[in-house]
């Protein structure tokens, strides 16, 4: 999985934390659990890079907020003999406090433990029970988080299961993406871990559904009537799901060639967006409400094909000044020589429904491209009848994800003046214009505090796992099979301009009239 940069990590301020612990109470899934309960979150794979790029500071930023249970202790598993002052010191530059809470972050740390043992021998994992037992009381209830590779998944649940399941309370597993690399690797692993753990205990951990943007489809959708009655084939052209990053691989190319972009960003990220995007309204927002109109769509959905996709792979820019940027993918050390793995894809899915025939849904992701960009965006038609001698052009609802979180809608409005000629402007519905002193955290912490209260509403079920493999499966054993030869794009351009040809046969019309630019709120109305 990509992992992010600290800037790209807010931090809630306490406006924004009031609204998150006012939202807990809202989800908080009703268990037998007392409230003095005893909290253990372990991390296993705690030596490696998402461990302390990503859980450590999360785990940190929870607990300096008070957000997790008070007394919750955490223990780190890995194969690596280290202490807890070894650990705190391979996160020296994500673990930080500021001016006046360095007393907290010695008190996150006292709250530590840490276990080293193999993650295939059952005794290892009956010497971190005892050290768990020891650190609870009473009704103990047990977090435990893979932060692993997928091919250790097998042995540390079965260990898990036989050794550290919490006897009193309860237990909740966080899994990791990828979940396997195909329909059948995906379907093996979802079958061991059913014999091991009710669907309820799994938690499939998806960190873009985390996102505030993300979340909000669903409020925008239907609680609004201004939307919901435009939101199809009737009105709709198309719909455009983009993530975009400005680097490369950045000396992990090797761990990135084994998946490629289409298994590490459109067939899990994207694809749970355009579920949303594309969903019927449930019955009520309950997770398993939501979920089972996520696979609905998912279910009318084709597999995909090679003809309705362009894959490119990047190569360097050499008048860059960046000196990444002069490198190609294939000049990446970690890649395998002469590789054809895709470092961007664009791809049309059709769902075979009422709401939606005919209407083309466009994913595309890449790396080393132009800017950083998560986006949704809904084209709707042309107007008809047109009365301004072809001045129009179509309206838009962008959905920006990262970065600038934001809603805003395209519109066509007259310019001031004599005549009817029109300019393109937008609505702004940004979220900062409402929620102005407001930072929410991240999306690692807030899915992490779904699984304390039980929530399983932005996690992925199994029944949705294997309907994105089944679309997905016989693309990647095409690509895998034929080894198709990917366009080149350079570094830091649009990627190729096949998918710009792609999109406009697919009913997406870009002008390149209009450029958003994000609004900058003064304090005052």
């Known amino acids: 999985m ?9 931090e809630g301020n306490p406006e924004g934390l009031k609204l998150l612990r006012d939202s807990l109470k809202k989800v908080q899934i009703s268990t037998n659990s007392p409230t003095d309960a005893s909290h253990v979150f372990v991390v296993f794979g705690a030596s490696g890079d998402l461990a302390r790029k990503k859980i450590y500071p999360t ?25 807890v002052s070894q650990l705190r010191e391979k996160c020296v530059g994500t673990v930080k406090a500021k001016e006046g809470e360095e007393d907290l972050l010695e008190q996150f740390w006292a709250a530590n433990h840490y276990v080293a043992g193999s993650y295939d021998t059952q005794r290892d994992f009956e010497l971190l029970n005892q050290e768990m037992v020891a650190a609870e009381r009473g009704h103990a209830n047990r977090l435990f988080y893979l932060a692993l590779p997928p091919s250790v998944f097998k042995p540390v649940t079965s260990m898990l299961k036989a050794a550290c399941m919490s006897p009193t309370g309860w ?8 979940f396997g690399k195909d329909s ?33 489809l669903i409020s925008l959708r239907f609680g609004n009537m201004i939307f919901g009655p435009t939101w199809n084939r009737d009105s709709i052209a198309s719909v455009t799901i983009t993530f975009k990053e ?3 691989t950045q000396g992990r190319g090797g761990y990135f060639d084994e998946f490629g972009i289409i298994r590490d960003v459109m067939q899990n990220h994207l694809l749970q967006i355009l579920c949303l995007a594309a969903m019927e309204k449930p019955v009520t927002t309950s997770p398993d409400d939501i979920r089972d109109e996520k696979v609905k769509v998912l279910k009318a959905i084709p597999s995909l094909s090679l003809s309705s996709c362009v894959l490119g792979q990047y190569c360097g820019d050499p008048d860059s000044e960046d000196p990444d940027a002069r490198l190609g993918y294939l000049e990446d050390p970690t890649v395998p020589e002469g590789s054809s793995c895709p470092t961007f894809a664009a791809a049309v899915l059709k769902i075979n429904n009422e709401r939606w025939d005919g209407v083309p849904f466009m994913l595309k992701c890449g790396k080393a491209l132009n800017e950083r ?20 052009v179509r309206n838009e609802l962008v959905i920006r994800v990262q970065p600038n979180e934001s809603v805003y809608v395209k519109v066509m409005t007259k310019t001031p003046g004599m005549s009817f000629n029109l300019q393109e402007t937008e609505l702004d519905l940004t979220y900062k214009s409402r929620y102005r002193e407001a930072r929410l955290p991240e999306a690692y912490e807030r899915l992490i505090l779904d699984v304390f209260v039980g929530s399983q509403m932005h996690f992925v079920r199994s029944d949705e796992l294997a309907e994105a493999w089944r679309i997905f499966t016989p693309l990647l054993h095409t690509i895998e099979k034929d080894k198709p030869q990917p366009i080149k794009y350079k570094y830091g351009s649009r990627g190729p301009p ?14 390149g009239r209009y450029k958003w630019i994000a609004p900058v709120h003064s304090p005052e109305n």
């Open 2 to 10: 990509p992992l992010r940069t600290e800037s790209e990590c807010p």
């Open 59 to 83: 785990l940190w930023a929870l607990y300096r907020d008070s957000l997790v249970p008070k007394g919750t202790q955490i223990f780190g598993y890995a194969r690596s003999k280290l202490s």
């Open 171 to 178: 237990t909740r597993v966080i899994v990791e993406k990828p």
């Open 184 to 216: 059948a690797s995906s379907a093996d692993l979802s079958d061991h871990l059913k014999k091991l753990f009710s669907e309820e205990q799994l938690y499939r951990i998806d960190h873009y559904l985390g996102k505030e943007m993300v979340q909000n």
């Open 246 to 248: 400005p680097f490369g």
């Open 373 to 392: 960009k998560a986006e949704v965006r809904i084209q709707y038609k042309d107007v008809p009848g047109d009365i301004f001698n072809g001045g129009t």
């Open 498 to 511: 096949e998918a710009d040809t792609l999109a406009l046969q697919n009913n997406f019309a870009y002008t």
